[in-house]
């Protein structure tokens, strides 16, 4: 009791506690100050680091080359490149997005006078999370006619992770698109044309191939070699190939060595190649539902889902589309048009002639015996 008493009438000692629990707080409000202030700071300075450099245009200070726009970048910059044609080799050696201008007219062309290298690689990306769109990429077909037969040229040849090719026009390369040993990379919604292998991955896996369109304009005009390949996958593993359309390709739309495994290729339409598709492997040529539209599938549709009643066999291999589309996929599953069942008409032929036989013997019988009376 004595002891509350000496407290409650000590003003001195309230006065200390009260003191020290504003110091305490306003210690810990000016520290809590500082700590946020020095946060948003420097979120401030990250936003504020990443910058958009220009080359082409008309701008004094613009980069005449992509490459010395590289050089000069940092991490997380985007390059923006205006309209024109850049002759140039390429290594994109930091994470960074390169955006052309339009890539109908934003060209690059790896056609270079190099007399001491056998390959022409318009964009070698080395670096991680690299983002191309908005260009046409090219090597210029007169390389290959040349007396040295061993040059040969690579739109894009990719020995990184989790980049994005999108957007663009990839062609007249010996290789599109390549990968070696990459990973989780995503190329999507481009137009790879008259290259002699469109996209090629190797040693690579967990990629996406989507939306794309892969067709020969010229057959006869590039390389002036049949045995071209639009996709051709090698130690290859859970890539996925959706919604592609693989056409005109004097060769094979799309290849698959016996080491790869487990890639998931539907939704895509193989229309007028010299064969569609060979797999040695053991991959998924469905999602389980719906599969791919082949122009060669011969199967019947009974039950008008859109979808063939029998398997499309996938040659060289145990593999099989166990869901075939009956017309090309758009984003919708249609019906074949002008679909003729041949099996049903013969056998409605020959009901129908067995009927008019079996109706005409008895006509025949009773018209002789009435002529013969």
Request: glycine share 6%.
């Amino acid at each position: 009791m004595s002891k509350r008493k000496n407290i409650s009438h000590n003003p001195g000692f309230v006065f200390d506690l009260i003191s020290m629990k504003r110091v305490i707080l306003i210690v810990t409000s000016i520290f809590l100050f500082a700590t946020i202030n020095t946060f948003f700071q420097n979120v401030k300075c990250e936003e504020t680091t990443t910058n958009t450099l220009y080359v082409g245009g008309n701008a004094a200070e613009n980069y005449n080359t992509i490459q010395s726009a590289i050089d000069n970048a940092s991490i997380g910059d985007t390059i923006f490149v205006y309209n024109g044609t850049y002759f140039e080799n390429i290594n994109v050696n930091k994470s960074i997005k390169l955006i052309g201008e339009d890539k109908e007219t934003t060209i690059v062309n790896g056609n270079i006078n190099k007399t001491n290298e056998d390959i022409l690689i318009c964009f070698y990306v080395s670096s991680d999370q690299v983002n191309i769109n908005g260009f046409t990429i090219e090597s210029t077909k007169k390389v290959y006619e040349s007396n040295n037969s061993s040059i040969f040229g690579i739109g894009i040849l990719i020995k990184a992770n989790n980049t994005i090719i999108q957007g663009n026009i990839i062609r007249e390369n010996t290789f599109g698109i390549s990968l070696d040993n990459s990973y989780s990379n995503k190329i999507i919604e481009n137009v790879m044309a008259d290259n002699y292998i469109h996209i090629n991955l190797l040693g690579s896996s967990y990629n996406t191939i989507e939306n794309s369109t892969i067709t020969n304009y010229n057959q006869s005009d590039f390389l002036d070699l049949n045995n071209k390949i639009g996709i051709s996958l090698d130690i290859a593993y859970d890539n996925s190939i959706i919604n592609n359309t693989i056409s005109n390709i004097s060769g094979i739309g799309i290849q698959l060595s016996n080491l790869c495994e487990n890639n998931s290729i539907y939704f895509n339409n193989f229309m007028n190649n010299t064969e569609n598709a060979n797999d040695f492997g053991n991959n998924n040529w469905d999602n389980g539902k719906y599969g791919n539209f082949w122009d060669d599938y011969n199967g019947s549709d009974k039950n008008n889902d859109g979808v063939g009643d029998s398997p499309y066999i996938i040659p060289n291999g145990s593999n099989e589309d166990r869901f075939p589309l009956m017309m090309p996929y758009d984003g919708t599953f249609r019906l074949k048009e002008f679909y003729v069942d041949i099996g049903s008409v013969l056998t409605m032929l020959l009901i129908g002639m067995v009927v008019i036989i079996i109706f005409l013997i008895p006509i025949a019988y009773y018209w002789n015996k009435k002529t013969k009376i």
